[in-house]
Every structure is written in C-alpha cells, then in structure tokens.
C-alpha cells in the first residue's frame, strides 16, 4: 500500500466527551487517502472503548496507547512519530473538520510543491457547547509568507498578523518538525514555540478558509494556562533564548526587542482583564497578584488596554453565547 500524502496525528487523554464527533469529522472528509493516527495518553474514561470501535470500523484509524502517562507535548510528538506520510495534519479530539479540509490542504500542497513552505496554518471557527458557531472567516484564499516576515507578524509588527496556527489548525512538513527536535515538552506553548523555529528556517502558507472548528470548553490547555499564568511564565522563559538565537538574523529593532520583553506582562494583563470582564473580581485581584513584580509598573495601562478588547470581544457574543461560556472558568 503506498503512502498516503497527508496523515492525521491526533493526541488525546481522557477524550470521551467530545471523541466520538472528531473521529466523525474525520472520517468523513471529501478526501479519503489519508491515515489517523491516534495516540491514546493512557486514558482512564472510555477513551480505549471509543479508539477500539472506531479502529475495528475503518482500517484507516491506527490507534497506539501509552501505557503510562506521558507529558502532553510528549504525546503530540508521539502521535506525529507514528505516522509515515510526508505532511501530517495535527488534530485535537474536541474539534471538528469541516468536510473538505484535506481535500483543500492536499490541493494546497500540490500547489506549493518544490517551495520552502514547512508550515501550513488554515483558518478557523469557533464553536461553543450551547450549539453557537461562527461565521466562517471572510477571504478565502491561499497566502503565502516567507518565515522571517511571518515571525514579525506574529511577534511585533502585529498590525499586519496573519492567522497563526494552533495545534488544530496546523499542518507540518514531517522532515522540517524532526530537523527543529519536534515539539519540547519543557513548554504547555509547544506548538507556538515550535513553529517560531521551524519558521526561522523554512515559509509558511495560509488557508484562510474555515477548514477546522475550535471548541470552546473549560478543560482546554488553553484556558487553564491563562488561568493559572502558565502561558506568562512559557513565554517569559522562552523569548529571551528566542530573541539571544534569531534576534539578529530576523533583523529585530531595540523597539522589537522591548515588545517582545513586554509580552509576559500583556499575557498577565490579559488574564486580569478576562476576570474583571467575567465578573470575577476576586479572582482577578488574585490573578494580578501572580504576575511578577518586574511587571508592575506597566500592568495597569496593559490591563485597560486587555479589558477594552475583552468588552469588545463580550459585545460581538453577548448575543449568541452566555459569559460563562466564553469565558469559562
């Protein structure tokens, strides 16, 4: 049998609430040459149960279960090392394919065959458990950015940021990942950083088309990371070392450079602003407290600036989904 040009690797521990409709997106996509790779992190629900239905039903679902647990990152390098195919498609389990994303990301490949592109991101849209779902996003089309302005874009020159992919929202050139060391298990921001290296040495695509839909839920890494200044503290021990690496290579300015140093203290802000915006003043008065002092004396205009953003973003919502919701806790 030859092998497929994309793979799915999709990590989960302890997945059985929202499983069963990722495995179903997937297996119904438009574009069937494809294998599923899934890496069960010990799951103690009905997770086996669920990978052992699906396994048994379609050949293409190749289930591997670790039989201790490992830690998350460790697991998504896993998922990715099982699979053979020369671009994988990195999935989580409480999302959801629209029916033609591999069709479209396999059309994107062809078309960028023999370019520098590593990194393929797609567009996204939200969905949230009272049903809501965003509107697709506006442009479709296929955007094509060289790694070192796709890093300005993200890091300070986020005036013109483009969509920067998430672990659902990625799709990886296998060979590339393996020669950066995969993703480091050292950060919950794994994905994030590990495209910041993959992109100092090769390019970048986007998708803008809607291909994935990112459930909203109150166990996403995500949400407890910010919660707890996780995500503070990841970035904080990693840009300093990104920055002393790539900084004169990608051409960083001095007001680049102190962007990036001020970016813990907007994470913590942010934090702060989305408790305030919940209602929960104790708990953003606690939050506060957690960011370091160093921090401090630009904390109060960050908060403001976050908590405008965040009102902003409760308005556009506010119709559709309950505050605690979108901001679970």
């Known amino acids: 049998m030859s092998v497929p040009l994309i793979s799915v690797a999709l990590p989960v521990r302890n997945g059985a609430n929202?499983?069963?409709?990722?495995?179903?997106?997937?297996?119904?996509?438009?574009h069937a040459a494809f294998e599923l790779h899934v890496s069960d992190n010990a799951s103690d629900d009905a997770t086996p149960q669920i990978l052992a239905h699906y396994a048994a039903r379609d050949p293409r679902v190749k289930v591997s279960r670790c039989a201790e647990l490992i830690p998350q990152a460790a697991n998504v390098n896993r998922a990715v090392r099982l699979t053979s195919s020369p671009w994988v498609k990195l999935f989580c389990h409480?999302?959801?394919?629209?029916?033609d994303c591999l069709a479209r990301l396999a059309e994107a490949i062809a078309e960028l065959e023999g370019s520098n592109v590593a990194l393929i991101g797609n567009g996204e849209r939200y969905m949230f458990d009272n049903g809501y779902v965003t509107d697709p996003p506006g442009n479709e089309?296929?955007?094509?950015?060289?790694?070192?302005?796709?890093i300005a874009r993200k890091l300070w020159d986020v005036a013109r940021a483009v969509p920067f992919p998430a672990l659902t929202t990625a799709t990886l050139r296998r060979d590339a990942w393996e020669e950066v060391?995969?993703?480091?298990?050292?950060f919950l921001y794994f994905d994030l950083f590990t495209w910041l290296?993959?992109?100092?040495?090769?390019?970048?695509?986007?998708?803008?088309?809607?291909?994935?839909?990112?459930?909203?839920?109150?166990?996403?890494?995500?949400?407890?990371?910010?919660?707890?200044?996780?995500?503070?503290?990841?970035?904080?021990?990693?840009?300093?070392?990104?920055?002393?690496?790539?900084?004169?290579?990608?051409?960083?300015?001095?007001?680049?450079?102190?962007?990036?140093?001020?970016?813990?203290?907007?994470l913590g802000a942010?934090?702060?602003?989305?408790e305030l915006v919940a209602g929960r003043?104790?708990?953003?008065?606690?939050?506060?407290?957690?960011?370091?002092?160093?921090?401090w004396p630009v904390l109060p205009l960050l908060v403001l600036r976050a908590w405008r953003q965040e009102r902003a973003k409760l308005a556009h919502f506010a119709p559709h989904v309950p505050r605690e919701m979108l901001y679970p806790a």
């Open 18 to 30: 929202y499983l069963a409709e990722a495995l179903d997106s997937i297996l119904a996509q438009s």
């Open 94 to 99: 409480d999302d959801v394919m629209e029916a």
């Open 141 to 150: 089309g296929l955007l094509r950015l060289s790694g070192r302005e796709t």
């Open 181 to 186: 060391g995969g993703f480091d298990p050292r």
């Open 197 to 266: 290296e993959l992109l100092t040495r090769y390019d970048y695509a986007v998708i803008t088309k809607g291909l994935t839909r990112n459930r909203i839920h109150g166990r996403q890494v995500a949400v407890q990371a910010r919660a707890s200044l996780r995500e503070l503290e990841d970035f904080r021990g990693y840009l300093p070392g990104f920055i002393a690496r790539h900084g004169a290579d990608l051409g960083m300015t001095a007001k680049a450079r102190l962007r990036l140093r001020l970016v813990p203290a907007a």
């Open 270 to 274: 942010r934090a702060v602003a989305g």
């Open 281 to 295: 003043h104790g708990r953003a008065l606690a939050t506060a407290g957690k960011v370091p002092l160093a921090y």
